[in-house]
C-alpha cells in the first residue's frame, strides 16, 4: 500500500534556530501533500497544502514566512520552521494520497510525524 | 463550512465491554466518511472508511455506518480490548481528489483496563 515517511521523527532545537521537516511519498507519487499540527491532546490542524511546482496553500492563522513549504519533486515535500520558538513545539504531520480513482479509492496517508522541542 | 464533531473523551471502559464513539458532520454535498486511530507513540491509521450514505464502514471488529440523515458516523465495537486503547478521530474529505484535505474531530481517547 501507500506509504509515506518522515524525517526525522524526533528534534530537539534550541530557540530561534531553523529546522527542516522531509515528508516522502515512497511508493507514489503526489502532487499534494498537506501539513497538519497536532497539538497535546487535540486534533490536527491542517497548516497548509503542498503543492508539486507552485507555492504551498496555507491556512487562515498559519504564518507562512514562519513555515516554510517547498514541494521539490513529485515525491517529496518540506517544511521548515523559521526561527523557531517553545511555542512552536509540536507534533508535525504530513500526509498525500495517490492521486483520483474510484470514489473512496485513494484514502489519505499519513507519516508517522516528527516531534518538534523548542528549547 | 466543513466541520467533524466527536464526543470528547476520555472514554474508559473495561476489557469486553461496548464501546460507542459519536460523531457528527456538516458538510455541502456529499463527502466520505473516515474514522483514524493514533496508538500511543504511532502515527494516524486509517481504521474504516465510507464514501455514501447507508454505507457501512467495518474493520478489527470497528464498524461505522454513514447516516445522512442524522449527519452521523458513530464509531462502534461490541467487545472491546486492552489493545484498542488509543484516540479514534472522525474525520471527513469532501472528496476523493488529491487536493483535497481531512478535516478532523478533536479525537477521543479510549482507555481499555483488563
Known amino acids: 500500500g501507500a506509504v509515506v515517511s518522515q524525517h526525522p521523527s524526533r528534534v530537539i532545537c534550541k530557540s530561534g534556530t531553523s529546522v527542516k521537516i522531509e515528508c516522502r511519498s515512497l511508493d507514489f507519487q503526489a502532487t499534494t501533500m498537506f501539513w497538519y499540527r497536532q497539538f497535546p491532546k487535540k486534533s490536527l490542524m491542517l497548516m497548509a497544502t503542498s503543492n508539486e511546482g507552485s507555492k504551498a496553500t496555507y491556512e487562515q492563522g498559519v504564518e507562512k514566512d514562519k513555515f516554510l513549504i517547498n514541494h521539490a519533486s513529485l515525491t517529496l515535500s518540506t517544511l521548515t520552521v523559521t526561527s523557531a520558538h517553545p511555542e512552536d513545539s509540536s507534533f508535525y504531520i504530513c500526509?498525500?494520497?495517490?492521486?483520483?480513482?474510484?470514489?473512496?479509492?485513494?484514502?489519505?496517508?499519513f507519516g508517522a510525524g516528527s516531534r518538534l522541542t523548542v528549547l | 463550512g466543513n466541520s467533524v464533531t466527536q464526543m470528547e473523551g476520555p472514554v474508559t471502559l473495561s476489557e469486553e465491554a461496548f464501546l460507542t464513539i459519536n460523531c457528527t458532520y456538516t458538510a455541502t454535498g456529499y463527502p466520505s466518511l473516515f474514522w483514524y486511530v493514533q496508538y500511543p507513540g504511532e502515527g494516524l491509521q486509517l481504521l474504516l472508511k465510507a464514501t455514501k450514505a447507508d454505507d457501512k464502514g467495518s474493520n478489527k471488529g470497528f464498524e461505522a455506518t454513514y447516516r445522512k440523515e442524522t449527519t452521523s458516523f458513530h464509531l462502534e465495537k461490541g467487545s472491546v480490548q486492552v489493545s484498542d486503547s488509543a484516540v479514534y478521530f472522525c474525520a471527513l474529505s469532501a472528496s476523493n481528489q488529491a487536493g483535497t484535505a481531512l478535516i478532523f474531530g478533536k479525537g477521543t481517547t479510549l482507555s481499555v483496563s483488563s
Open positions: 500526509s498525500a494520497r495517490p492521486g483520483t480513482g474510484p470514489p473512496g479509492a485513494n484514502v489519505l496517508t
